[in-house]
């Protein structure tokens, strides 16, 4: 049956309808340099096209719709204060180019041309952000996992990009090269990866910002939970590609909770993200309960534009919500909220820095003792979240398939079969590596993409995590 959100979602009036509402939203409704709000509204433009190509080249929904666009204009011409964000419209730009060219990939182990420009657009987006390099990995996974085109001359490509990636930060280069000692080395770090982007003050304090951030986690949740209960009807192409983003999505997530100081740049990349699975729940979608909630989705979108666009009205909101009695909460960085949650945070902290996700949590457990809290606590709390982390990237590898080694990368079908038997008996104790940085992460992805033996994995990884967690608070302590 066709209800309201269907006929929206397959409607050829709908995009260009939305398009001039835009249009007119972001030329009235904004303040600021003229040449600016040209400049976005070109670069935002052209990621909108480039999407919309996106998904209708690739069939991302079984439908004839523009729903994936549809959506992402519609959010970044309600959220007023992005207009004149050039380095967010540029990431949106990057980003949907990242998406085009990851794409085609797809089983093509042939195609070098498209690697290149992959991660030659990530490493643009590493430029306007360097956190944003994190993302090379979470694509490379992507592109072995769920695209399978590993070849050796898409490894050089990509390796080729990378290269290019180091040129744009050579400038960083020397001064690693001259620290000494940890804190110098923590303090090069923070200045690269946290601390990139001038600014002061928390970027949730602004409450259009906090508005913004909450639809858009909404439309996140909303979108992740339909498609992983509804992929089943899509082709096996189409669901790699949404596997994609949602890892992508998910990881951008981690980066804005880690560094909400750059919600400003980070946000309108989640929301390109965000768009597809969000479009695929309202265009496919057919009963009253979901129609509802399209149509709560959209006047909740429209009332924040309105607060956005009106600056009179956004204050009284904020002043009446003022009053409503919550706990504040003030951190400048993921490390001193993990602080603050105690033991706890050091449960999540140690897991999340042993997974493929971006963190340290070497910093919350040097603060923590420096604290007072107990050492013997912290190192367990520390171990059992660190081995958690490397396990979840045992369960990532372990999706892919050998048959992809022999198939993309010409290999001796006796080969594969020897270094399965021998990664099944001896492999598994490669795992003690696993608490080096980075390189831990691979050879747990490795673990599980090879089938090593999940027990003896087990025991090797524990075993060099509880070493490095013990030599750590051994040498912590001893200094305090």
């Not at 380095?87 to 042939?110: D, I, Q, R, Y």
């Not at 479009?279 to 979108?301: D, G, K, Q, Y």
Request: glycine share 4%; net charge positive.
């Amino acid at each position: 049956m066709q209800r309201l959100q269907n006929h929206i979602a397959e409607s050829t009036t709908t995009l260009p309808v939305v398009g001039v509402v835009a249009l007119l939203t972001w030329w009235f409704g904004g303040e600021g340099i003229v040449w600016q709000h040209l400049a976005c509204l070109a670069l935002s433009t052209l990621a909108a096209y480039t999407l919309m190509e996106t998904v209708a080249r690739h069939a991302l929904l079984r439908i004839r719709s523009r729903m994936v666009t549809v959506v992402f204009v519609t959010m970044l011409a309600a959220f007023a204060f992005l207009h004149t964000n050039l380095k967010a419209c540029a990431a949106c730009l990057g980003m949907t180019a990242v998406w085009a060219s990851l794409f085609n990939t797809f089983e093509n182990p042939e195609s070098p041309v498209q690697t290149l420009h992959t991660y030659l657009f990530l490493a643009l987006l590493g430029a306007l952000l360097p956190p944003l390099l994190w993302l090379i990995p979470a694509v490379a996974m992507c592109q072995v996992v769920f695209q399978r085109s590993l070849s050796w001359r898409n490894i050089k490509a990509a390796l080729l990009a990378l290269c290019v990636c180091l040129l744009i930060h050579w400038h960083d280069l020397p001064a690693f090269a001259c620290a000494i000692t940890p804190s110098a080395h923590l303090d090069i770090w923070q200045r690269m990866w946290l601390d990139f982007l001038p600014g002061s003050g928390h970027a949730l304090s602004h409450p259009a910002a906090f508005l913004a951030l909450c639809y858009v986690l909404l439309m996140y949740v909303t979108g992740v939970v339909h498609y992983l209960r509804r992929r089943y009807a899509d082709t096996i192409e189409v669901r790699m590609h949404y596997y994609s983003i949602l890892v992508v999505e998910t990881l951008l997530l981690v980066l804005l909770i880690l560094m909400p100081q750059h919600l400003h740049l980070l946000l309108p990349l989640l929301m390109l993200a965000t768009a597809p699975a969000a479009a695929h729940f309202f265009a496919l979608t057919h009963t009253r309960a979901t129609n509802l909630w399209f149509v709560l989705c959209s006047l909740l979108l429209v009332g924040i534009g309105i607060l956005c666009y009106h600056p009179t009205l956004l204050d009284l909101f904020s002043h009446q919500v003022s009053h409503i009695s919550l706990p504040h909460i003030h951190w400048s960085s993921a490390t001193e909220l993990f602080e603050s949650w105690g033991y706890w945070g050091m449960l999540i902290a140690s897991f999340i820095a042993g997974s493929v996700f971006p963190f340290s949590s070497e910093a919350v457990l040097t603060a923590l003792i420096l604290a007072g809290m107990n050492p013997m606590r912290l190192f367990i709390y520390a171990t059992i979240g660190n081995i958690a982390g490397s396990m979840f990237n045992y369960w990532v590898g372990s999706l892919g398939k050998m048959e992809w080694v022999e198939k993309y990368l010409h290999v001796a079908p006796e080969k594969v079969d020897r270094t399965k038997r021998w990664m099944t008996r001896y492999g598994a104790w490669i795992g003690l590596l696993c608490f080096l940085p980075v390189l831990g992460s691979v050879i747990a992805v490795t673990l599980g993409f090879t089938r090593a033996n999940p027990y003896k994995s087990f025991v090797a990884i524990s075993i060099g995590k509880a070493t490095r967690y013990a030599i750590l608070v051994q040498i912590v302590a001893s200094l305090t």
